[in-house]
């Protein structure tokens, strides 16, 4: 089975609740999802991600010096992108708990 298809929809929500607590940068919020264990995630994934996400208004970025090379670019969640998450949370505990219904093996 194709995990990419299943994790599409769920990335944003995963990427946003990591900024939330804590302000990352693209390579570390990568670092993050495969400490989770979604090391399947590639960082050319991450990027086009975290640009929607700022678009929407969900995030915004800001460059800050780094000790080991160019600046890097931070993203910080908004308050509409934790209204955002709180929606999330509350969409995919219904889905889960139905989903984890309908598969068991009875």
């Not at 804590?22 to 050319?44: H, P, R, W």
């Not at 994934?45 to 000790?67: D, G, Q």
Request: glycine residues 6%; contains cysteine.
């Amino acid at each position: 089975m194709n995990t990419s298809q299943i994790l599409k929809g769920t990335l944003e929500a995963c990427i946003l609740q990591l900024i939330k607590n804590k302000e990352m940068y693209g390579y570390e919020i990568t670092e993050q999802l495969s400490n989770y264990g979604l090391d399947m995630v590639a960082q050319g994934t991450i990027y086009p991600l975290l640009l929607k996400l700022e678009k929407e208004n969900l995030v915004t970025s800001y460059l800050k010096e780094s000790n080991f090379g160019p600046p890097r670019k931070y993203y910080s969640i908004t308050d509409q992108g934790k209204e955002y998450i709180n929606s999330f949370k509350d969409i995919w505990g219904n889905i889960s708990t139905t989903i984890t219904e309908i598969m068991k093996d009875k």
